[in-house]
């Protein structure tokens, strides 16, 4: 099946400091990923969908300045926590949507937790 | 809008039991749904889904769920719990067509004691 990367799995920062989060389709191209975010023993929202060659679209509520997308080719797409503090801590999981075969079915990262002292 | 509602937020079952985990969703189009089970610190897996056509479907490590429209419900079953099954489990919908955002449940953790 389709492989979802998402680097790092863990990072540790201080606070005040940016951090990129890659999610990069493997074995298929994705002009459209999403971002989610967990918090612990909590589901997931739905931060933004990325789209290639043009602006994320965010959901209501999430601070795009403070969450920057960047999904600069079809396997690419890059979220950076800029100015991250301790509340930026959670669980980000990115996925991308079958572009053949199964369709309708949206292929997971392994996520990347993050820990902002 | 489309929402999910997982009743349970945890379940707990013997090994060899039956396990049921229940969805209900609400939808102003026909839904496409979805079940995703997460083990620790870990992505998301499909175990099944349903688009359109039958409304039982199975999925993988031997779980199905049932699509009823007239209970808005899409409950997932297996019916003899493993060790291995212990995770947590997430229901989620989307509009049909395309490949829209997914709007997920609370999520149940599933525990399977000896």
């Known amino acids: 099946g389709a492989v979802v990367s998402q680097h790092p799995s863990r990072v540790i920062c201080k606070s005040g400091t940016s951090v990129k989060i890659e999610c990069r389709s493997l074995?298929?191209?994705?002009?459209?990923m999403f971002w989610y975010r967990q918090f612990p023993k909590k589901s997931l929202m739905l931060m933004a969908t990325s789209n290639e060659g043009s602006k994320a679209t965010y959901e209501q509520g999430v601070e795009k300045d403070k969450f920057l997308i960047n999904h600069a080719s079809l396997t690419l797409s890059t979220l950076t926590v800029t100015s991250a503090h301790p509340e930026d801590s959670s669980f980000y999981i990115c996925?991308?949507?079958?572009?053949?075969?199964?369709?309708?079915?949206?292929?997971f990262g392994a996520g990347t937790r993050l820990s902002v002292l | 809008a489309q929402s999910v509602t997982q009743l349970g937020s945890h379940v707990s079952v013997s090994e060899g039991a039956l396990v049921l985990l229940r969805c209900n969703y609400s939808s102003s189009v026909p839904p496409y749904l979805f079940w995703y089970v997460q083990y620790p610190n870990q992505g998301l897996q499909l175990l099944l889904k349903y688009t359109t056509g039958a409304t039982l479907v199975k999925g993988i490590n031997g779980f199905e769920a049932e699509f009823k429209k007239s209970e808005t419900s899409f409950h997932l079953t297996k019916p003899s719990a493993h060790m291995s099954d212990a995770a947590e489990y997430f229901c989620a919908v989307s509009e049909t067509g395309g490949y829209n955002k997914l709007i997920f449940g609370a999520g149940t953790r599933l525990a399977v004691h000896p």
């Open positions: 074995d298929f191209q994705a002009t459209t």
């Open positions: 996925s991308a949507p079958s572009t053949s075969g199964i369709k309708n079915i949206q292929y």
